[in-house]
Nanobody, 124 residues
Framework: QAQLVESGGGSVQSGGSLRLSCAASGHNYRRVCMGWFRQAPGKEREGVAVIDSDGRTRYANSVKGRFTISQDNAKNSLYLEMNSLKPEDTAMYYC??????????????????WGQGTQVTVSS
C-alpha cells in the first residue's frame, strides 16, 4: 500500500527557515507529479508547489521566491525548503502524489495519495 510520511515541521519566528521532507514507501505506483499543499484553520486547502517527473516546478504566487520544491528519486523523497517564513505560512503541510499530469495544476482532487501532514507555525 502506498504511503507518504511528512517530517520537518515545527515552530519558527518570522524570517526563519524550515525544510520539510516526505518519504514515499509501499508498492510502486504511478507518481507523475508530487505536490505540497497546506491548510490553515478555517481556510481552504492551498496548493503550494509541484514537481513533475521531469523535474519541472511550479509554485503558488504566495510562496514564489521563498520556497523550493525538490525530489530525490533514489531515496523516494520529496522536499520543501521554506525560507523567509511569514506568520501567514502557518498551516498543516501535506505532501501528495498525482498519477497524471493533471497534478501540475495543484488541484487537490487530482492527487490520490496523501500524507498525514506536518505542522508549521510561524510567529511574528
Amino acid at each position: 500500500q502506498a504511503q507518504l510520511v511528512e517530517s520537518g515541521g515545527g515552530s519558527v519566528q518570522s524570517g526563519g527557515s524550515l525544510r520539510l521532507s516526505c518519504a514515499a514507501s509501499g508498492h510502486n505506483y504511478r507518481r507523475v507529479c508530487m505536490g505540497w499543499f497546506r491548510q490553515a484553520p478555517g481556510k481552504e486547502r492551498e496548493g503550494v508547489a509541484v514537481i513533475d517527473s521531469d523535474g519541472r516546478t511550479r509554485y503558488a504566487n504566495s510562496v514564489k521566491g521563498r520556497f523550493t520544491i525538490s525530489q530525490d528519486n533514489a531515496k523516494n523523497s520529496l522536499y520543501l525548503e521554506m525560507n523567509s517564513l511569514k506568520p501567514e505560512d502557518t498551516a498543516m503541510y501535506y505532501c501528495a502524489s498525482a498519477p497524471s499530469n493533471d497534478g501540475w495544476w495543484l488541484v487537490g482532487a487530482y492527487y490520490t495519495v496523501w500524507g498525514q501532514g506536518t505542522q508549521v507555525t510561524v510567529s511574528s
